[in-house]
């Protein structure tokens, strides 16, 4: 069965942290995604991978950064943790095959920041 | 910016009813997806649409794409206990990446 881990299913910061959330998945894909999820606003996307070392920005980059040097792992970096970094997040990835496949997603990591 | 705007927000209803969620957006997608989230999990996959006009049947559930590629339905005949969690709709702005509607929460009650 094709999988998704995320290294944490709920984590607990103080702000100024540096926190690491960790992303693996065994399904050979090129593309990585990170998402946070909060209620009403839906899923927004923070960074993508589309190959090893390389990162592209999503919508939502400010504070964050990302880590790509396998193809199998995907880190998002938090710099400083601050209050309004509280959220599920979400790891995903999909294969790479010139049209755009489905995600697989991750189970997530509920993160709060205090 | 492309956007896709799910309705209803909040659906409950008792077991054994149907219904219908949409997905809409002012611009065209060359396919839209829908996924199913149930709490504490990540968002699985339910089907992809390609073809405008194209319907896809998954067991209860009914996916169609609007003819136009702007919109997408999910209907769901006699509704299970199961079939609660977020509904969520996700369409390609680009080559690699996917955005997603806000979702419908489904709760059905037995």
């Known amino acids: 069965d094709v999988k998704v881990t995320q290294s944490s299913r709920y984590l607990v910061k103080r702000t100024g942290e540096k926190v690491f959330l960790e992303c693996v998945q065994d399904m050979d894909h090129e593309n990585m995604f990170w998402y946070r999820q909060d209620p009403g606003l839906g899923l927004r996307l923070i960074y993508f991978s589309y190959d090893v070392k390389m990162k592209e920005k999503g919508d939502i980059p400010e504070g964050y950064s990302v880590s790509r040097e396998k193809k199998e792992r995907f880190s998002l970096i938090l710099e400083s943790a601050s209050t309004n970094q509280t959220s599920m997040y979400l790891c995903a990835s999909s294969l790479s095959t010139g049209r755009v496949e489905g995600y697989t997603f991750g189970s997530g990591t509920r993160l709060t920041v205090v | 910016t492309q956007l896709l705007e799910q309705s209803p927000q909040f659906l409950s209803i008792q077991e054994g009813e149907n219904l219908t969620v949409y997905c809409n957006s002012s611009s065209v997608f060359s396919s839209l997806q829908w996924y199913r989230q149930e709490p504490g999990e990540g968002p699985v996959l339910l089907v992809t649409?390609?073809?405008?006009?194209e319907v896809k049947k998954l067991k209860r559930l009914t996916f169609q794409f609007g003819d136009a590629r702007k919109d997408s339905s999910l209907h769901i005949t006699a509704a299970q206990p199961g079939d609660t969690g977020l509904y969520l709709c996700a369409g390609p702005p680009g080559t690699y990446k996917y955005i997603f509607g806000t979702g419908t929460r489904l709760k059905v009650l037995a």
């Open positions: 649409v390609v073809t405008g006009g």
